[in-house]
């Protein structure tokens, strides 16, 4: 049987552990934060703080290298104001926005032309497995072909033109972006397709309605991903025939031995690449703000 308990009995025996300190636990206290914190997630303001001390770091280890180079050979490892200095030479005096212009056309053209193929097509391969037998054993296979090995048959086909570069960057980034869409499309819950199925609605239906708006965030992402990779290749697109473009005035530089004014085309490539990431981040924060909160 259950015995009657006195609940002033309790708040009695309560009251007296907390006044023998022989008895009361030691006060609760949280542990220390430490740096390498597993799957911590710092705020936005300490993100900006360790993100200008990365920076810091990284000038600091640049100007250690220069000087850790022996004095003959410092011309070829040049300090950062030199690097800097360049860079505004180049703005100033050596109409290098054009350049910087040229280069994110052929960028982002190639990109928008890679995404308005693959993207439909990553879908559909995704929500028809017919579709993806039939496709996937051959397009999968052209990830494994290096882009660089297609300048020689571009230049047969399309001669030193704008044409052969954005050729070369939309082979460069298609490809891995058709498997990314696909995957993305894969990941969208069945229970998903078959709730629309069971209500009546159709497979155009299901396609635009159901998949289509499920996977788009993470679709998205993919592809702010994959554009950093136009920017890897735009220096080998502009390699061979170029007379403008960031990669020409590299390879000017280079038949000089003018280090730094390779590396400030380097740093300007960086810069480009990181501005574009944070407009895709920007963009998707508007168009898919649940997705952002979700993580």
Known sequence: ??????????QGQGAAVSRNPEIQG?????????????????????SVVLGVLGCLLF?????????????????FMPPVSDVVTALYTLF???????DVMISCYRVFASFAMASLVAVPLGIVMGCFGNLKALL?????????????SFIPLLLVWFGPTDS????????????FLLTLV??????VPKEFVEASLTMGASRQEVVRNVVVPAAMPAIFDSMRNMIA??????????????????GAVMMRAGRFLNVDVIMAAILTIGILGVATDLLFRAAQRFLFPWSIERR
């Open 26 to 46: 030691a006060p609760f206290v949280l542990p220390k934060e430490r740096f390498l914190e597993l799957r911590l997630q710092p705020t936005a303001s300490k």
């Open 1 to 10: 049987m259950m015995r009657n308990i006195d609940p002033h009995a309790l």
């Open 59 to 75: 000038l600091g280890l640049w100007e250690i290298a220069h000087y850790a180079t022996p004095e003959s050979s410092r011309k």
């Open 182 to 187: 696909l995957d993305n499309t894969l990941a």
């Open 92 to 98: 100033a005096e050596r109409n290098f926005l054009h």
């Open 136 to 148: 996937n054993p051959i397009l999968s296979g052209w990830r494994y072909l290096p882009a660089a």
């Open 164 to 175: 052969a570069k954005i050729a070369l960057l939309f082979i460069g980034v298609m490809f």
């Open 229 to 246: 990779v136009g920017w890897t290749y735009l220096v080998i697109a502009e390699i061979v025939g170029a007379q403008d473009g960031i």
